[in-house]
């Protein structure tokens, strides 16, 4: 956190009254200590306004010639002070500091901040030109989304195995297992042609924003589906509890999203690292695990392996 003081000059030079006897003087430092709470408020109002912790706050406290008043948040009065002298006023700015994937670093300049979860994480280079951006935005967006559904079922799923409720196949052999109420085969190819179906819809309105909640274009429940911005899709089925109908200013929103989907990506990348080396189900290897934490660990598994 800095604290920067623009534009006040305590020298004497611009004071044309002598001072009063038996009267205190009130210098900076008392209308720091009076405005101590609303630069707290101000930091912490700054930490609000950006979901990415990038925000500017300013309170001005500013000196009139005006009797003296009780301080206020914004403006204190001093003494000494006439109509024919200088008015001079200062501006305390609590400027919280951009938070980087790696402190210290400085970031590129076209990740500024703007974008949800920006910590400037861009090693290759990969998003330079704004429209290979836009594109990455997009696909990590989407396998954030992936990975929070296949985390919540690959757990869900191998709670119900692990406590006996239900038969089920350990989740990296899911696919490989055959179900009595349909072909595999079958299924393989309607899986295919609805996401093939959505993905393309998706694909048509990153290119033309807007363009697939035109009437005519979905059996005429377009308005059902109709998108609040690229990636965010809305209407009745997408967002039924009305929770960012102003997507624009959703930035706390979409950042819970990209942040709980980062950490789903991890957690993914972690029962695949698992399945190849214990052959066993995340709730397998934590019960284990607990068993005997320090004998039953991921040293323990790489080294054995």
Not at 105 to 130: A, C, H
Not at 177 to 203: C, H, I, P, S, W
């Amino acid at each position: 956190m800095e604290f920067h003081i623009h534009g006040f000059d305590l020298s004497e030079t611009h004071t044309h009254t002598p001072p009063r006897k038996q009267q205190p003087r009130r210098t900076l430092a008392g209308c720091s200590s009076a405005n101590k709470a609303s630069t707290s408020q101000a930091a912490a109002a700054a930490m609000a306004l950006a979901a990415n912790t990038v925000g500017r706050v300013a309170h001005a406290c500013t000196l009139s010639s005006k009797p003296p008043t009780l301080f206020s948040k914004s403006t204190a009065a001093v003494p000494g002070h006439h109509d024919h002298s200088l008015r001079a006023r200062f501006e305390v700015r609590a400027i919280a500091e951009r938070a980087t994937w790696l402190p210290g670093l400085d970031p590129p300049t076209y990740l500024d901040g703007t974008l949800p979860g920006d910590y400037g994480f861009d090693p290759l280079g990969l998003g330079e030109q704004p429209e290979d951006l836009k594109w990455y935005v997009q696909a990590e967006l989407v396998h954030c989304r992936f990975a929070m559904a296949g985390v919540a079922g690959i757990l869900g799923t191998d709670l119900i195995r692990v406590s006996g409720i239900s038969n089920l196949p350990v989740w990296f052999e899911a696919g490989a297992t055959k179900f009595d109420f349909a072909n595999t085969t079958a299924l393989f190819f309607v899986q295919l042609l609805l996401m093939g179906f959505v993905e393309t819809k998706r694909y048509m309105d990153f290119l033309h924003p807007g363009s697939q909640a035109k009437e005519g274009t979905f059996l005429g429940i377009e308005a059902s589906f109709e998108g609040l911005q690229p990636g965010y899709p809305g209407g009745p089925l997408f967002n039924p509890m009305g929770l960012a109908k102003d997507i624009e200013n959703a930035h706390e929103v979409k950042l819970k999203e990209i942040k709980n989907g980062r950490l789903a990506m991890v957690a993914m990348l972690g029962f695949i690292v698992q399945a190849s080396v214990t052959h066993a189900g995340p709730i397998d290897n934590l019960l284990t695990h607990l068993s005997d934490p320090f004998n039953k660990n991921i040293v323990h598994a790489l080294t054995s392996s």
